[in-house]
Structure formats: structure tokens, C-alpha cells
């Protein structure tokens, strides 16, 4: 909402003053369509050359996800952070091995069905019970499983980060196939260099469209959209170590209601809930 919110600020305020101060739409409006065509369609081959085809489907898809409101909120945290403390005061009241039915089937634990905002994520349950199948096991110390759990983020990061980097070159692309069409309109110009002054005028004004259009595109929309999909990027990381930390704290024999202290920590200020209001949480969901 607030991606349409901001578009529409840049394009009011940019067109409005030009307006206001006497500008004339007509030229712009005469040559967007053909400007538009060029840049976008050089812009859309360049990318399509750029990048491999999980990468495409990844842009796409971040950059449909930046319209909507995050799903990283205060609720999902209280919620992931309630269900780690139900699986580690399970495990810790009865045992590793009571807890070996949820990890190797979580669609049908009861655990993971109570919290169906984190629950239902495939990759956060993924990540929670591999680590939780290899807590079970016992062959890994915490320092192993530290290291594993860095390696695997890390990776989670680089390929989250690939679609960023892809909208990243398409912002900055986007100006130089404007001075392409902008050049190219010089030169259709040189070549009606006999025409009436005001005729040579309003050519030059419609080449000069391009670069315009390649400068607005990249700077207030396509450099915007690249810095919210990082954004994004880094929730869901720290959602990731989050779940780290709590789980390692519990390794090292903390007890679940502080295991799940340390996870709160890890979460950024504006999203973490309050330690009495996750406890609040924890105790009501019992």
C-alpha cells in the first residue's frame, strides 16, 4: 500500500510543479508511449540476459511481495517464540525423544498445529526441525550445530539477496537505456534538420523524454523497490536467528522459558515483544 502511496507522491509532485510552473504535458505525453516501449523492452531483454531463471521467478515474486504488509510482525514473533518454548519444555519434562513424532512429521503435531501463523511455514519448520532432528540424534555438539546453522543462513541470504541485486542492475541500467533513447531521438532530430524551428523544438523536447524517463524510473521506482525487497531480505534472516539462538541457548541447558529469552533478544526493537508480554503469551497458550 504504502509502494502506491509513495509512486503516486513522486508523480504528483514532479508533474504538479512542472504543471504549476507552466510546463506543457503535451510533448511528454506525445512520446511516453514510444519512450516507455524502448526503455522497458531494452530494460526487460537486458534482464531477462542477466539472469537465471530461478532468479527471475525470485524478482518477480519479491517484487509482488513488496505490496503487501510484512508477515515479520510482534504477533508471528510471540507466536514462533511460544512454540520453541513448547518443544523444549516438552523435551525437557519428558525427554529428546518425545519430541521425535513432531519433528519428523510437524503437519500433524499437535505443537505445531497451535501456532498456525509459523506452523504452516514450510521453510521455518523446515529449519526448526532439522536442527531439532539432529538435537534428538545427539551426534552434534552445540559448536557443530552453530556452524551449520551459520552456513545455512548464510546461504538463505545469498539466494533471498539474488533477486535484490537483480532489481539493484535494473535501477541502474534504466538511466543509460534512457540516454539510448534519448540519442536516438537526436539523431531522428538531425535528420529533419531543415524543418521549422518550432518543429525542431518539439523533437528535441521528445528525445529529451528518454533520459527524463530513465532518471524517474530508476531513482523512484525501481532503486525504491530494490531497498524494500532488502529490507524484507533481512527479516527474514533474523527471523532464522532468531530460532538459532533459541535453540543453542537450550543446548547449553538454559531453561526454555530463558532459551526463549535469548531468541527474544536476537529480534529487531520495533517487532520484539516485551518480556511480559511474550510471557503473557506463553502462559496463556498452555
Known sequence: MFVI????VVLGCVFGVFIAHGGNMGPILKALPWEMAMIGGATLGA???NNQMKV???TIASSL???KGSKYTKARYMELLALMFDILQKARKEGL???EKDVEDPHSSPLFQ???AVGTDHHV???ITDYLRMMVSGNLNAHEIESLMDSEIETHHHEAHASVAAMQRV???LPAFGIVAAVLGVVKTMGSVGQPPAVLGAMIGSALVGTFLGILLAYAFAEPLAGLMEQKVEEGSKELQCIKTTLLASMQGYAPQVAIEFGRKVLYSGDRPSFVELESHVKGKK
Request: glycine share 12%; with cysteine.
Open 114 to 116: 497451535k501456532y498456525p
Open 171 to 173: 535501477a541502474g541500467g
Open 97 to 99: 525423544m518425545s519430541i
Open 5 to 8: 502511496i509513495g509512486w503516486v
Open 56 to 58: 527471475i521467478k525470485s
Open 125 to 127: 519448520t523446515e529449519f
Open 65 to 67: 511481495a513488496c505490496f
Open 47 to 49: 534482464f531477462l540476459v
